[in-house]
């Protein structure tokens, strides 16, 4: 069965720090990686896309790895802002002719002052 | 900086009445898309569009539902006769071409009584 998992479900940082969230898959045949993030109320807002031959893929303090191996895709957030604090969705594209999109519970990420 | 529009923004009917959620995708994409978000649950696909016709649909897209583009700009979903369980945030999506990225318009707060 098509799923999306990630990690962790919810997560409070600082102003400033760092941090790593997770996503694993077991999606087949993958077409593609995309990260969102949500804030709430709102409709996604995409940050990036990854293909199977890509490892690393970044847009501005954003940076996301895929390894296709594995099936696994981290988003790395450098500098937290306090406008960071929002839903992030992994969302995998399985391609069978046609594309399907399946989507990750997210993690609600908050950063505090 | 072109969006994805979507009316109305609040839509309260009640069981087994027919609605229809309405969108405005960018202007030169190609590509629709509708998904749903259960309060408090993930992001759902249920249809891509191209061309005039349905691409791909999720297993959520039954008969009660069907999305038509009526004209050049608009793309809409009607759901023949609701049920309660289709209360959900209903979000429009438009992409250039088919595995690129997807914006979001702000989404339609659907409550079936």
């Known amino acids: 069965k098509n799923q999306v998992e990630q990690s962790p479900q919810s997560l409070i940082i600082l102003e400033g720090k760092n941090c790593t969230l997770q996503?694993?898959?077991?999606?087949?045949?993958?077409?593609?990686l995309r990260w969102y993030k949500q804030d709430t109320g709102r409709g996604p807002v995409s940050l990036t896309i990854m293909t199977f031959s890509e490892n690393t893929k970044s847009n501005g303090r954003y940076t996301a790895t895929l390894d296709a191996d594995t099936k696994q895709s981290s988003l790395h957030i450098t500098a937290s802002q306090l406008s960071d604090s929002a839903s992030y969705i992994c969302v995998v594209s399985a391609a069978s002719g046609t594309y399907k999109y399946i989507f990750g519970t997210g993690t609600r990420l908050k950063v505090l002052a | 900086e072109p969006e994805v529009t979507q009316t109305p923004s609040h839509q309260v009917t009640q069981m087994g009445q027919e609605v229809i959620l309405r969108c405005v995708p960018i202007?030169?994409?190609?590509?629709f898309y509708w998904y749903r978000q259960i309060l408090g649950q993930k992001v759902e696909f249920l249809v891509s569009?191209?061309?005039?016709?349905?691409?791909?649909k999720s297993e959520i897209f039954d008969d009660q539902f069907s999305v038509e583009r009526p004209d050049g700009s608009n793309f809409t979903l009607k759901i023949r006769s609701t049920k309660l369980e289709d209360s959900a945030m209903y979000f429009c999506?438009?992409?250039?071409?088919?595995?690129?990225?997807?914006?979001f318009g702000p989404g339609t707060r659907l409550l079936v009584l």
């Open positions: 569009f191209y061309n005039n016709e349905i691409s791909e």
């Open positions: 999506a438009s992409s250039e071409h088919s595995q690129e990225t997807q914006y």
């Open positions: 202007s030169n994409h190609l590509y």
């Open positions: 996503c694993n898959y077991t999606v087949s045949p993958f077409s593609n």
